[in-house]
RNA sequence: GCGGGUGUAGCUUAGUGGUAAAGCUCCAGCCUUCCAAGCUGGCUAUGAGGGUUCGAUUCCCUUCACCCGCUCCA
């Protein structure tokens, strides 16, 4: 079919060098520390950039807390919101699996480029023609077959009695054991280096001393302060399972490789909801959430043809989604992994891991009482649909980045009304004969109602074009005729399409646009 | 973290071992009855640090940031 060849065709041309350049010019995005140069994985936002975070973090908060959804009872369900401390007490990421997950080192082939977590690899001890010991590392997965032809491949007699040691303890206990170790993917001995550590949390220390007993970290995710929170909030607030609670809030990973703009940075910011439900019912509300989410991301204007759902791999899933029923992820089409997608929101079953982790670490009791069966005692299993608040910012200004050649800014920002950073300006044609006026009042009208800009300066085309660039949906200009009967034009942002109203009846113009 | 590439104004580009140039944007003013028009004026740059040199934006080293590929993304 002609139209959708030609919308994937302005698809393609969208390049992330021009979103970035735009962000920037435009004071959405800016680098942290942009007159130091800069500093890794580190993003500010800028005037028009926390407006837009800020839209969408307060329509998530709407959509889940103030007005959250109709359940399948036909009822609204029940969820309520917490905002937590971003440091909490180290014993808490301990109990989560972080801390023991996030340190694992890392092993680096110079020949291959390959890199290897050290605790999953094992070693093979060969003797060579000088009776002298050399190793050959594998997988730990590797089956005998796999190893039987890689040593065919190495030109090595396979011997079936072979001693074959964790890598981990051969490192330790064998000297010079890196000089003599063939990688699992290299040629040749010696070509890998000694484990690193990556400790993917940010470290700090709680007081005035540095020391080990005052090591904290910041909050690699904002679900832990949900389960650390939910017996407080059980005792607090009279909600019956199911129910949900709910937290905005900044992240923090130390990634080794921060890369695509504010796709993956070191700082970042999580909505997530933390759905408390019957393990028999875990099922019933993940498709549930993942309906719900779904249908979340396209009312705010991203498009089918850049949505994708996603099931984990097996091997792929989180310690804590293993046992259950895995996790499905909302992708969306960024024009970096074009034509593939990258991660949006992820719909985790996470089991009864977390609460039954953090009531074996801390002694206090995680079940639940259900009131109508006070015998009937459980640890509640949890759905927990956890979006990425930066990633959305950075897919609604990918999907609104819309390159248009026969306009005069050659490309606009086609955000839906109810993200746009700024809903309206108002522009007088000229800035002499009472048009600046007329328009100051229309502007003190709107003002306290919507975000709208006033703009008198410079000709009218360049104020459409900067408004475009920003995404104004909707431009009021002010001309003649409105000194003598008082209506204005409206000037689309997509079709550049005029129609005229009454001054009076734009406020409710606009208030019927941002429902839409 | 590895390999490759790139860093000159807000953007796009020029240029040179010896005063860093232009277009667009932006700002101010004039003009202007609807899409970056025109005129006048203005602000703003060699990513950072070090070395060689009488003199470095240019050559060398280090570092930082960004891009691409790998790796990583619990």
Redesign the pocket.
């Known amino acids: 079919m002609q139209p959708a060849k030609a919308e994937t065709s302005q698809t393609a041309t969208k390049d ?2 021009d979103i ?2 735009l962000c ?2 435009r004071g959405f995005v800016f ?1 942290a520390s942009d007159i130091y ?5 580190f993003w500010d936002y800028g005037p028009l950039g926390v407006e837009l975070k800020n839209n969408l973090r307060d329509l998530w908060w709407r959509r889940m807390v103030t007005c959250p959804p109709i359940g399948p009872d036909g009822h609204p369900v029940q969820i309520v919101g917490v905002d937590s401390a971003i440091i909490q007490n180290p014993k808490a990421w301990v109990a989560s ?2 801390v023991g ?2 340190s694992d080192p ?1 092993v ?1 082939c ?1 020949e291959t ?3 290897y977590r050290e605790d999953k690899l094992k070693a093979m001890t060969v003797v060579d023609k000088k009776g002298d010991n050399f190793y050959i590392a594998f997988d730990e997965d590797a089956d005998q077959e796999i190893i039987q032809k890689r040593l065919k491949k190495l030109g090595i007699a396979y011997e079936a009695n072979a001693p074959m040691g964790a890598f981990e303890k051969m490192y330790k206990d064998v000297p010079n054991f890196l000089e003599k170790v063939i990688g699992p993917d290299a040629s040749k001995v010696g070509t890998l280096t000694p484990p690193k550590q ?1 400790n ?1 949390m940010f470290q700090t220390y709680v007081g005035a001393t540095a020391d080990e007993d005052s090591k904290a970290y910041l909050r ?2 904002t679900a832990q302060g949900i389960f650390l929170n939910y017996k407080n909030v059980l005792d607090s607030s009279r909600v019956k399972i199911p129910f949900g609670i709910a937290q905005i809030g900044k992240a923090f ?1 130390n ?7 504010i796709f ?1 940075s070191r700082e970042f910011e999580q909505m997530e909801l933390e759905w408390f439900c019957h393990k028999d019912d875990a099922a019933k509300w993940q498709k549930f959430w993942f309906e719900e989410r779904k249908k979340f991301w396209k009312d705010l204007g991203l498009s089918d043809e850049n949505l994708q759902m996603r099931n984990h791999d097996s091997d ?1 899933l ?2 804590y989604a293993k046992a259950g029923l895995g996790t499905a992820d909302i992708e969306y089409k960024f024009p ?1 992994t074009a034509p593939g997608f990258g991660e949006l929101e992820g719909i985790a079953h996470r089991c009864d891991f977390d609460l039954t982790q953090h009531q074996q670490h801390s002694g206090e009791k995680m079940e639940y009482i259900d009131p109508d069966d006070p015998k009937n005692r459980y640890i509640p299993h949890v759905i927990e649909p956890a979006a990425g608040l930066t990633r959305g910012v950075l897919a609604l200004l990918c999907e609104a980045f819309t390159p248009d050649p026969n ?4 490309v606009y920002l086609n955000f839906h009304p109810k993200i746009a950073p700024k809903k309206a300006a108002i522009l007088p ?5 009472g048009h600046p006026e007329k328009a100051e009042k229309l502007y003190m009208e709107l003002r306290e109602e919507f975000p709208v800009d006033l703009d008198i ?6 104020r ?3 408004q475009d ?1 920003i995404g104004t949906p909707f431009c009021f ?1 002010i ?2 005729d409105t000194m003598n009967d008082d209506t204005v ?1 409206v ?1 689309e942002r997509n079709t ?1 399409a ?1 129609e005229r109203i009454s001054m009076s009846k734009v406020a409710e113009y606009l208030r019927t646009k941002m429902k839409v």
Do not use: C, W
Request: proline share 6%.
């Open positions: 992330m060098k970035v350049a920037k010019r680098p140069g800069g500093i890794n994985g699996g972080h997950g996030f890392m680096d110079r480029k390959l890199r990556f993917l690699p995710e990973r990634e080794v490789n921060p890369r695509n703009f993956r792929e989180s310690h970096f306009r005069p800014s050659g044609l000229m800035a002499k004969d300066k410079q000709n009218i085309g360049k459409y074009a900067r660039e200009t001309d003649n034009t000037r550049m005029q």
